[in-house]
């Protein structure tokens, strides 16, 4: 056993200023967790929130469409509501699933998910369906460039991660474009890098040079955005940039001086190549379709 020589005064004085050390440490800890405590709580309310408007809207609808009392033409117009609504919950609740796994330290072993040849032109064309439902109230047209995109090779990619990527792009396009405005979506194949591109612009709410480099982070949301939908979380992007750095590939948006916004994803048509590409062979998800 070792004593030290420290007389008893300098030893009190040490134990002092560690006890009072510790206690900066734990109220610190203390604050931490109750922030994080309170962010949790604001963003399941956010979550309830955005989750029971389409389901709300669903409900009533189908009130409406049982009372008997509507003819074949609004039937017709109900029907579409309705599934426009539930293509927006899906797609909530999946952003919601994804993000409880992103919090968690774990983040990249809990998106394993097999790689699998992802033709983009083909699943964009599918997204643009199931979204253009909820841009008809506002007059909005989304479409497909066929030109380059439908050239362009399959990707290797974690499918049902993807297509939310681009599900959370197309839907903020959707929710912060200008009435009777339209939404373009395209894409082209670099053969030198072995990649595809695909961009999707469209013109609405302004997006400052300044902002871009935030609006990828966790809960950013524009003074705009949060004007016109107060509910939003300001989780789509930051999944989307998630997901696409787990691909290893490049996520960016580009504002232009006409008031449009182009974002770009661009994967490799090899798959992952670095040490992804390990995790994301290894088993599967539950984000299976
Ligand atoms: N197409 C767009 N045009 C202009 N600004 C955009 C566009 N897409 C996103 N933004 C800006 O980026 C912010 C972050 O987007 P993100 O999808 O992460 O969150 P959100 O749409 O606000 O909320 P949530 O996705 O939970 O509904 C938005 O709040 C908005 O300010
Ligand atoms: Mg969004």
């Known amino acids: ?24 440490k734990n109220s610190f800890l203390h604050s931490e967790l109750e922030r994080v405590n309170r962010e949790r709580i604001e963003y ?17 609808h189908i009130e409406n469409l049982t009372s008997g009392r509507v003819t074949l033409e609004r039937a017709k117009k109900v029907l579409r509501s309705i599934y426009s609504q539930s293509t927006l919950a899906v797609h909530l609740a999946k952003n919601f699933g994804l993000m409880s796994n992103l919090d ?9 998910e097999p790689l699998e040849t992802v033709n983009l032109h083909r699943l964009l064309i599918n ?12 007059g909005l047209g989304i479409s497909v460039e066929d030109e380059s995109l439908a050239k362009a090779p399959d990707v290797l990619a974690m499918r049902p991660l993807i297509s939310q990527v681009f599900s959370n792009i197309i839907e903020n396009a959707v929710k912060y474009s200008d009435r009777d405005s339209k939404i373009m979506i395209d894409g082209s194949h670099d053969a030198t890098n072995h990649t595809v591109s695909v961009t999707v612009t469209n013109k609405g709410i302004p997006l400052m040079a300044e902002e871009v480099a935030k609006i990828f982070d966790r809960g950013y949301r524009t003074k705009e955005a949060k004007n016109l939908y107060p509910a939003g979380t300001g989780f789509g992007l930051y999944i989307a940039r998630r997901i696409v750095e787990i691909h290893e590939g490049r996520i960016a948006a580009y504002p232009d001086d ?24 290894k088993d599967s998800s539950p984000y299976r379709r």
């Open 1 to 24: 056993m070792s004593y030290s020589k420290k007389p008893l005064g300098q030893m009190s004085n040490d134990l002092a200023n560690r006890i009072r050390d510790l206690e900066r």
């Open 44 to 60: 399941l309310q956010n979550v309830s929130h955005q989750l029971v408007a389409p389901l709300n809207a669903i409900k009533w």
């Open 104 to 112: 968690a330290d774990h983040a990249l072993t809990a998106l394993k």
């Open 127 to 138: 997204l643009a369906d199931d979204f253009q439902p909820l841009g008809w109230d506002k």
């Open 258 to 281: 006409s008031g449009r916004a182009t974002f770009e994803v661009t994967l490799s048509v090899r798959g992952l190549e670095g040490k992804a590409r390990q995790i994301a062979a």
